[in-house]
Structure formats: C-alpha cells, structure tokens
C-alpha cells in the first residue's frame, strides 16, 4: 500500500489489528497506463497509480452476526489501525447480518494467479510498443484519405489481495485493456474498439480498415422511418445487451418476484426455455483470453454480493444451456433461500451455439433486406419485469439489400428485451471476443457472436448523429 506497507503485509498486519469475531481485509493495488488521440495525433498519455484497503469486521451477536465494512483509499501504516477501529464501529452499530454465513475455510477458497509473497503487478506506457507505431500509421493512411481518428488506449492490472481470520490467503493479477478508435469523414461517424490483455493481440490495421469500410459505405445516405426490421446485431452490440440480462440474473430477486426470472407464483424460471436456438451463455474464470479473478472478490454485501463469500472458488457456470435457463448469480446465502446450487457471478461472458463457420459478412450476404448496427449506446432499463430497454443506435446504422450494404441510413431508438430477442434470434454466427461499448468502463471481457433478429424493435427515429 501507499507509504511503508505492501498489500500483503497491510492485510495481515489488520487481521492481527483486528478485535472482531472474524475478519476479511481485501487489499488491492493498481496502475493504469493511457494513451489519447485526437485528429489523427496523440494528445496525452500517462500513468496513474492507486491503492485501496476494505476491511469488514464481523461480531457475533445473541441473534446473529452483524457486519462493519470500511473502505479507504491510499491507507498508510499510521492510518491502519484507525480504518480497522471504524470498520469494528460500523459492525457494533449494526443488526444482525441476513446474509451471515460462517467464513470461507482455506480448502474452499479459489487458487490464485500469482504468489501471495509476489510483489504486485504493475503497468506502463511500454504496453504501448506495438500498438503507438500502428496508430502513427492508421493516421497517416487516415490523412491521405480525408479522415480522422480519434479515441483512447486504457490498460490497468490490478493486485488484489484477500485474507480472513480464518486462514485464507488469496491473491489474483488482472490485466485490463482496450482500445476505442473513432473515425469521422463525409461518410458520417464510425466506431470500433476491442478489448486485450496485453494488447499484443491488437491488429490496429485491420480496426482501422473496417473504419474505412464503413465510411465508404455511409457516403450514400438512405432515411427510414421507425418500425420493426430485420436486424443484424455485431459482437459488440450483443455483448452490450447479454451483460444487462447477466447483471439483472440475480437470483435473490427472481426469486422474491422482482424480476424477467421470477416465476409466476413464486420461485425462479430456472428450467424454462429461453431461445429456440442452443445457444449457451456462460462465464469462466479460465476462459482463454478472458481470464479474470478466480475467487469471489466481495468488498460489501447486498443482494447479489456477500461479504462473507469472499475467497470463495469460482468456476465455470452456464446461466443459459443450450436455449433453457440454467442457473442464476447466486450467493451462499441467495441459494438457501432458492434451494438452488451456489452460482456466484464470474467476471466475464461467453455466448456460443451458432453456426462457428458463419461471420458477420456471411450474415450480411445471406440478408434480403435489413439493417447492419455498429454498435449500441444510452441504455436503459423501462420495466425490469420484461427486463424491457431502451437505448440509441451509434455511429452507423447502415441498410443491407440482396447481400450488400447499400448505404447508411438514419440512427434510432430502440425499445427491447434481450430475454424476449434471444426467442426470436433465427441465426447466430461465430463467437469472437469483443468490447461492449455501452459497459467497456465496467465489463470488458467477452465473446459474442452476431445475431439475425428478424423484427427488431426501432421506436422511433433519432437525431442523434
């Protein structure tokens, strides 16, 4: 941590600090490197470095345990103890915790990605070394053909560490990436990102050559009206979509009636076909390329998180099998009262079940008439019973006929449901990995294929350029 202390001696030294029944300290330490760009030229760059301490006492009571969780930024050595007394304050104030449940033992715990004794992982603008010479290029080829590009690299790795009273000792390494390209010309606004590890896997080229593609396309302009249409949704706008179903997949709320996965009459739709093609969504904290922690990190409690779950292992979960609602997020607490199996959520999403040969230009090639999105934005929750949503249309929408891309036309409103869409989805494509651009500030980790909706649901007409 900041000051005299690494992350793994600021855990056990607040363990040994603390007065509490039982205790879980989560230490986590991060740097960021960013590059920007504006106008075919680098505007800025820089690193950043943070560190926090979460410590969450816990205090056996007559009726129960009662919870205290205080977490601080940049917590010196002096200030330790101080953040441990107020996290004992906060538990002895409070009631009975709902979701107590006895700490995670050291053989149920996840298996780190590196030594607990390993100094944390760092990043730098070196993570740029390939990846600034292919942007120096995509500008100059950006110039020459009137355009301009513009957008951000971010990559962060974040140390997180987590120890508890009763022995566990976990500790995982997360690289975090993408890159977001812009480019504008007389063909409008278009969008491309991806997410990375590491960024060596980033073919700048071949993102900015799509730009060019669809600039060209977007140089004739076709004006609809809203309606229902034939739609061709990218990776990126169903990963967008399939991350708010996952996030809205709590089991504790399906099963108290609030939500698309409560059953009428009580209970939870686990069991009930959701797609009519086999199409599997799924999380795995191995996922080649999207690895991600393997152990639930949990720095307060609710109803989808568990203060007292932390350490758990994580592994690999199908929410959606084959069409059929398989599992919900659960906590060890959600899933006493569901009678369900313990589900909890993993940080990254995998859909798969289409047709692997099959790209988003065989999809444009084999559509009569329709439309072709880049991407999605503004999205918002209407009725969380459908789990209905709303949201725009983003740089291009552009119409599809006899197997081409025409032209572009206006952007819209939408008004849908990824639950209610996945019964209607006639084709899906190949699963490639992809950047939500809605959620890439909070979820980055995916692979998604295209899907074909035959009647997806444009409201109304956007100005929105």
């Keep these: 941590m900041t000051g005299t202390l690494a992350p793994q001696e600021a ?30 030229t680098l505007t800025t760059n820089g690193v950043t470095r943070s560190t926090r301490l979460t410590v969450a006492a816990l205090r056996r009571t007559g009726e129960g345990v009662a919870s205290g969780v205080v977490s601080r930024s940049a917590v010196t050595a002096d200030a330790l103890e101080d953040l441990v007394r107020a996290a004992e304050a906060v538990a002895a104030g409070a009631g009975p915790a709902e979701d107590a449940a006895p700490l995670v033992a050291p053989d149920a715990a996840g298996a780190g990605s590196a030594a607990w004794e390993d100094p944390p992982g760092d990043t730098g603008i070196g993570v740029y070394e390939g990846v600034a010479p292919a942007l120096g290029a995509a500008f100059a080829r950006a110039d020459a053909a009137g355009h301009r590009l513009y957008g951000f690299a971010n990559h962060e790795l974040t140390s997180t560490f987590v120890g508890t009273s009763t022995g566990v000792r976990v500790r995982h390494d997360q690289p975090t990436g993408l890159l977001e390209l812009n480019a504008k010309g007389a063909g409008g606004s278009v969008w491309a990102g991806t997410g990375t ?46 991350i708010y179903l996952y996030w809205s997949a709590g089991a504790r709320d399906a099963h108290d009636g609030r939500t698309v996965f409560s059953r009428p009459g009580g209970g939870t739709r686990v069991g009930d076909r959701l797609a009519e093609l086999p199409l599997t969504l799924s999380s795995d904290p191995r996922a080649a390329g999207l690895e991600c922690a393997p152990f639930v990190v949990a720095r307060a409690s609710g109803r989808e998180s ?55 230009d065989d999809l ?17 929750e209407v009725d969380p019973q459908r789990l209905l949503l ?51 500030d909070y979820f980055t980790r995916t692979a998604m294929p295209p899907l074909r909706v035959p009647d997806f649901n444009m409201s109304t007409v956007s100005k929105a350029s």
């Design 11 to 40: 855990v056990e030294r607040a363990l040994a600090l603390s007065r509490a029944d039982d205790c879980v300290v989560i230490a986590e330490e991060s740097t960021t490197a960013n590059l920007r760009f504006a106008g075919n």
């Design 197 to 242: 590890r590491d960024f060596a896997d980033v073919d700048v080229a071949a993102l900015a050559g799509g730009l060019a593609r669809r600039l060209a396309w977007g140089e004739k302009r076709v004006d609809l009206p809203a309606g229902r249409y034939e739609t061709l949704l990218p990776p990126s706008a169903v990963a967008d979509l399939m």
């Design 306 to 360: 568990s203060v007292f779950d932390n350490g758990l292992a994580l592994g690999a979960t199908d929410w959606i099998s084959g069409g059929t609602l398989a599992a919900l997020t659960q906590t060890r607490d959600s899933a006493r009262r569901t009678g369900l199996p313990v589900t909890p959520a993993v940080d990254n999403l995998t859909m798969t079940g289409g047709d692997a040969a099959a790209s988003l």
């Design 364 to 380: 444009v090639a084999r559509t009569e008439r329709g439309l072709l999105l880049t991407c999605l934005w503004y999205i918002r």
């Design 390 to 440: 709303t949201g725009l249309t983003r740089d291009g929408v552009f119409l599809v006929e006899g197997g081409e891309v025409v032209g572009a036309v206006n952007n819209f409103r939408f008004n849908e449901s990824p639950v209610d869409l996945l019964g209607r989805v006639t084709e899906a494509g190949a699963t490639v990995p992809t950047l939500p651009r809605e959620w890439s």
